[in-house]
C-alpha cells in the first residue's frame, strides 16, 4: 500500500507543473466569463485565440526544440537527451517542458488579468475611483514582486503580477458601474448594401446579443423583412413583439406603429391594415398627442386601396400660371371630368373636409375643381381664401395660392376688377415672392389696357389718301 501511496504521490509531484498550468487557465476562463458580461471585447473567439497563440503554440515549439528532435537543433538542455529514450532522459524532459509550461502560464494569466482589469476600467463609469484604488493598492504589490523574483528569478515575475493584478480584477468586477454597450450596426448597414440580406439578419441578430432591448436594431430588422425579404407579417410580428417590451417607450411604440402602416400603404396598398394598426396605436396611449396624431393620420386615410391608387397617381388638372403668356391656349392637357365625374370628386372632397377642416390638400383639390371643371370662380376664391388664412403654411405657399386666385379671375369671362384687386394684393402681402414680380408684369398690362379702350382706337394716315379725296 505503501508502494502504491509513493507511487501516486511521485506522479503527482512529475504532473504538478502541468496541474498548476491547467488551474491558470482554467482561472482564465472563469474570468473571461465574467468580464464577457461587461466588456463586449472579451468573447470566447477572442479567448480561444489567446490561448492559442499564448499557450499552445510556444509551448508545443519548446517542447520539441527541448527533445533536440530537429536535425540543425540540439537540445536545449544537453543532459536531456533526445526523447523515445528509456529512463532518466524522458523524466527530464517531461520535468523541463513542465516548469517551462508553468512559467509560460504564469505570464499568459498574468496578461490576461492585465487585459481584464483594463478593459472593465474603459468601460466604468466611475473609472476615475477605480483608477486610484488600483494605484493606491499598487505599492502593496512591491515586497510580493521582490520576493518572488528573489526566489524564483524572472520566471517568477509572471506569479507576481498575476497575484497583483487578480484581486484588482475581482474589485473592478464588484465596484464598478458599466456604461451600456450600445449595439454597432455598420457590417449589417454593408450587407445590406450589398445584397446580402441574410447575411445582414445575422449580423443584425448578433449586435441585439449585446443589448436585446435596442430599439433602432429591431426596426433594422423589421424593415429588412418588409422590404427585402417581401414579408409583412413577420415584420408585424418584429413590431408588436418590441412594442410589448416593457423597456419601450410610448414614443418609440407610435414610431414603430407608424412605421407599420407605412408598410402597409406603401407594400400592399391597404389602407384597412393600417387603420387598423393605428387604432391599436391610439388604444395604446389613450389621452395623448400621439393618439391626436394618430386620429388625425387616420382621418386622412383614403377609403379604398382604389382611392389610395388614385392619391398616388393622380389625374391631371389644367392649371394656369401668372406669367405673361396668361390668358394665352395652354398645352393640350387631360380630358375634362364630366359633370357627374366632378361633382363626386367635390362630395368627396366635402366629405374629406368635415373630418377635417384643416386638409390642405383636399380644399386645394375642391378648389380646383370648382373653377377648373364647374366653372364656379366664386367658389373656388372661398375655398382658397381659407387657405390663405390657415397659420401653418409659409409665404411662399400663399403666395402660390392667391396668384392662382387671380389666374382663375382674369379669365375672360370672369371679374376683371376683382383680379386687379388680387394682383395688387398679392404684391403688397408678398412682395419679394416671384408670384409678386410676376404680379406687377400682368397689372401693368392690364393698366395698359384698360387705357387702350378708354382712348379708342388711333387713326393713322395713310399716304397718299389726301389726293384720293381731292379726286374724289
Same mark, same amino acid.
Given at each position: 500500500?505503501?508502494?502504491? /501511496?509513493?507511487?501516486?504521490?511521485?506522479?503527482?509531484?512529475?504532473?504538478?507543473?502541468? &496541474?498548476?498550468?491547467?488551474?491558470?487557465? #482554467?482561472?482564465?476562463?472563469?474570468?473571461?466569463?465574467?468580464?464577457?458580461?461587461?466588456?463586449?471585447?472579451?468573447?470566447?473567439?477572442?479567448?480561444?485565440?489567446?490561448?492559442?497563440?499564448?499557450?499552445?503554440?510556444?509551448?508545443?515549439?519548446?517542447?520539441?526544440?527541448?527533445?533536440?528532435?530537429?536535425?540543425? @537543433?540540439?537540445? &536545449?538542455?544537453?543532459?536531456?537527451?533526445?526523447?523515445?529514450?528509456?529512463?532518466?532522459?524522458?523524466?527530464?524532459?517531461? @520535468?523541463?517542458?513542465?516548469?517551462?509550461?508553468?512559467?509560460?502560464?504564469?505570464?499568459? =494569466?498574468?496578461?490576461?488579468?492585465?487585459?481584464?482589469?483594463? #478593459?472593465?476600467?474603459?468601460?466604468?463609469?466611475?473609472?476615475?475611483?477605480?483608477?486610484?484604488?488600483?494605484?493606491?493598492?499598487?505599492?502593496?504589490?512591491?515586497?510580493?514582486?521582490?520576493?518572488?523574483?528573489?526566489?524564483?528569478?524572472?520566471?517568477?515575475?509572471?506569479?507576481?503580477?498575476?497575484?497583483?493584478?487578480?484581486?484588482?480584477?475581482?474589485?473592478?468586477?464588484?465596484? =464598478?458601474?458599466?456604461?451600456?454597450?450600445?449595439?454597432?450596426?455598420?457590417?449589417?448597414?454593408?450587407?445590406?448594401?450589398?445584397?446580402?440580406?441574410?447575411?445582414?439578419?445575422? $449580423? %443584425? %441578430?448578433?449586435?441585439?446579443?449585446?443589448?436585446?432591448?435596442? /430599439?433602432?436594431?429591431?426596426?433594422?430588422? =423589421?424593415? @429588412?423583412?418588409?422590404?427585402?425579404?417581401?414579408?409583412?407579417?413577420? $415584420?408585424?410580428?418584429?413590431?408588436?413583439?418590441?412594442?410589448?417590451?416593457?423597456?419601450?417607450?410610448?414614443?418609440? *411604440?407610435?414610431?414603430?406603429?407608424?412605421? @407599420?402602416?407605412?408598410?402597409?400603404?406603401?407594400?400592399?396598398?391597404?389602407?384597412?391594415?393600417?387603420?387598423?394598426?393605428?387604432?391599436?396605436?391610439?388604444?395604446?396611449?389613450?389621452?395623448?398627442?400621439?393618439?391626436?396624431?394618430?386620429?388625425?393620420?387616420?382621418?386622412?386615410?383614403?377609403?379604398?386601396?382604389?382611392?389610395?391608387?388614385?392619391?398616388?397617381?393622380?389625374?391631371?388638372?389644367?392649371?394656369?400660371?401668372?406669367?405673361?403668356?396668361?390668358?394665352?391656349?395652354?398645352?393640350?392637357?387631360?380630358?375634362?371630368?364630366?359633370?357627374?365625374?366632378?361633382?363626386?370628386?367635390?362630395?368627396?372632397?366635402?366629405?374629406?373636409?368635415?373630418?377635417?377642416?384643416?386638409?390642405?390638400?383636399?380644399?386645394?383639390?375642391?378648389?380646383?375643381?370648382?373653377?377648373?371643371?364647374?366653372?364656379? *370662380?366664386?367658389? $373656388? *376664391?372661398?375655398?382658397?381664401?381659407?387657405?390663405?388664412?390657415?397659420?401653418?403654411?409659409?409665404?411662399?405657399?400663399?403666395?402660390?395660392?392667391?396668384?392662382?386666385?387671380? $389666374?382663375?379671375?382674369?379669365?375672360? #369671362?370672369?371679374?376683371?376688377?376683382?383680379?386687379?384687386?388680387?394682383?395688387?394684393?398679392?404684391?403688397?402681402?408678398?412682395?419679394?415672392?416671384?408670384?409678386?414680380?410676376?404680379?406687377?408684369?400682368?397689372?401693368?398690362?392690364?393698366?395698359?389696357?384698360?387705357?387702350?379702350?378708354?382712348?379708342?382706337?388711333?387713326?393713322?394716315?395713310?399716304?397718299?389718301?389726301?389726293?384720293?379725296?381731292?379726286?374724289?
Amino acid at each position: 500500500m505503501w508502494a502504491a /501511496f509513493l507511487f501516486l504521490f511521485s506522479v503527482f509531484l512529475w504532473c504538478l507543473p502541468e &496541474l498548476t498550468l491547467a488551474g491558470l487557465v #482554467g482561472l482564465v476562463f472563469y474570468y473571461r466569463h465574467e468580464v464577457g458580461g461587461c466588456a463586449s471585447e472579451f468573447s470566447r473567439e477572442w479567448l480561444r485565440r489567446w490561448f492559442r497563440r499564448g499557450i499552445i503554440i510556444p509551448w508545443v515549439l519548446w517542447a520539441l526544440a527541448s527533445a533536440g528532435r530537429a536535425p540543425l @537543433l540540439p537540445p &536545449l538542455v544537453p543532459f536531456i537527451g533526445v526523447v523515445g529514450n528509456s529512463g532518466k532522459p524522458v523524466i527530464a524532459w517531461w @520535468l523541463q517542458i513542465g516548469i517551462a509550461g508553468l512559467a509560460l502560464g504564469s505570464f499568459w =494569466a498574468a496578461g490576461s488579468f492585465i487585459w481584464f482589469m483594463s #478593459g472593465l476600467i474603459r468601460r466604468a463609469k466611475n473609472n476615475d475611483d477605480l483608477l486610484i484604488s488600483a494605484i493606491f493598492w499598487s505599492p502593496v504589490a512591491i515586497p510580493l514582486v521582490w520576493g518572488f523574483c528573489a526566489l524564483f528569478g524572472w520566471a517568477g515575475l509572471g506569479f507576481a503580477v498575476l497575484l497583483w493584478t487578480w484581486p484588482l480584477t475581482q474589485y473592478c468586477l464588484n465596484t =464598478a458601474h458599466f456604461r451600456d454597450t450600445l449595439p454597432m450596426y455598420s457590417r449589417a448597414i454593408g450587407k445590406i448594401k450589398f445584397g446580402k440580406y441574410a447575411e445582414a439578419e445575422m $449580423a %443584425i %441578430i448578433s449586435e441585439l446579443e449585446k443589448c436585446e432591448t435596442d /430599439f433602432d436594431g429591431w426596426m433594422m430588422l =423589421a424593415d @429588412l423583412y418588409a422590404h427585402q425579404f417581401r414579408d409583412l407579417s413577420e $415584420a408585424e410580428k418584429t413590431i408588436y413583439d418590441l412594442c410589448s417590451e416593457s423597456t419601450t417607450t410610448l414614443s418609440q *411604440v407610435s414610431i414603430a406603429l407608424h412605421k @407599420l402602416a407605412d408598410w402597409h400603404l406603401e407594400l400592399r396598398h391597404n389602407p384597412a391594415a393600417a387603420r387598423r394598426v393605428l387604432e391599436d396605436l391610439c388604444a395604446r396611449v389613450p389621452g395623448t398627442h400621439l393618439e391626436a396624431m394618430a386620429r388625425h393620420r387616420i382621418r386622412g386615410l383614403p377609403a379604398s386601396s382604389e382611392e389610395l391608387i388614385e392619391q398616388k397617381n393622380p389625374r391631371p388638372i389644367a392649371m394656369p400660371a401668372l406669367n405673361e403668356s396668361l390668358g394665352e391656349p395652354t398645352e393640350p392637357s387631360a380630358p375634362k371630368l364630366t359633370s357627374q365625374e366632378a361633382t363626386a370628386a367635390a362630395n368627396q372632397c366635402v366629405e374629406k373636409l368635415k373630418a377635417d377642416p384643416n386638409d390642405v390638400v383636399s380644399r386645394e383639390k375642391l378648389a380646383r375643381l370648382f373653377a377648373e371643371e364647374m366653372q364656379r *370662380v366664386d367658389l $373656388a *376664391v372661398e375655398q382658397m381664401e381659407l387657405l390663405i388664412g390657415m397659420d401653418e403654411p409659409g409665404p411662399g405657399k400663399k403666395a402660390q395660392w392667391l396668384a392662382q386666385v387671380a $389666374a382663375w379671375q382674369v379669365k375672360p #369671362g370672369n371679374n376683371e376688377e376683382r383680379a386687379r384687386e388680387t394682383l395688387e394684393r398679392l404684391i403688397s402681402d408678398y412682395p419679394q415672392t416671384p408670384q409678386a414680380f410676376a404680379a406687377q408684369r400682368r397689372l401693368g398690362l392690364i393698366k395698359a389696357q384698360a387705357r387702350i379702350r378708354i382712348k379708342g382706337p388711333s387713326i393713322k394716315s395713310v399716304p397718299g389718301a389726301n389726293e384720293k379725296e381731292v379726286a374724289g
